[in-house]
């Protein structure tokens, strides 16, 4: 749809008030197995969700200087392209998304001055219940031969799932090094 918020912006401007209908170019959104899935997901007789896991990737054994999936002006690169179908299947669950914070994201850039891989970083805690750390394990077991870059922490504490609020200074051990913060 765009390469910023900018761009998104504007066009959602230019489309509001018509009687368009507009769709982004990520075809699951209108496949028949999507709406499917949203109406049983609605109905809860699964029950609530608990956990999404999407991610979308490729291997590329070497950088192609001219193809668009380096180059930056066309949208490529891992974030801009192939981050956009996770966080798009993420959408169709939320209702709000100004709750929604990305906090950081690590990247390298190649030649073509496009990032090329991100990190990954599991905080699971030993009491959780609704997020345990044996499945936070588990996608880590599964990630691991294929991304270098995936990292398992785990929070030991008796509060569970809302032990990231409340262990304030455990989380700090944990996330002061991911993100270069200097302790004052």
Request: proline letters at 3%.
């Amino acid at each position: 749809m765009g390469l910023n918020f900018k761009e998104v912006n504007e066009i959602h401007n230019l489309i509001k008030d018509r009687k368009n209908v507009f769709f982004e170019a990520i075809a699951y959104r209108s496949h028949p197995q999507t709406k499917k899935l949203l109406e049983i997901l609605k109905d809860q007789s699964l029950g609530k969700i608990k956990k999404i896991e999407a991610n979308f990737g490729f291997k590329n054994k070497r950088i192609k200087k001219d193809s668009r999936l380096f180059n930056k002006a066309l949208g490529g690169g891992s974030i801009l392209d192939l981050g956009s179908y996770p966080i798009s299947f993420f959408t169709l669950f939320v209702s709000k998304l100004d709750n929604i914070e990305i906090i950081k994201s690590n990247y390298n850039l190649c030649e073509t001055d496009v990032d090329i891989n991100a990190e990954i970083h599991l905080i699971a805690i030993d009491s959780d219940l609704f997020f345990t750390p044996d499945e936070d394990q588990k996608t880590f077991a599964m990630v691991k031969p294929f991304k270098d870059s995936i990292y398992y922490h785990e929070l030991k504490s008796i509060h569970g799932h809302d032990a990231f609020l409340i262990e304030n200074e455990s989380m700090s051990e944990i996330l002061t090094p991911l993100f270069h913060i200097s302790k004052a």
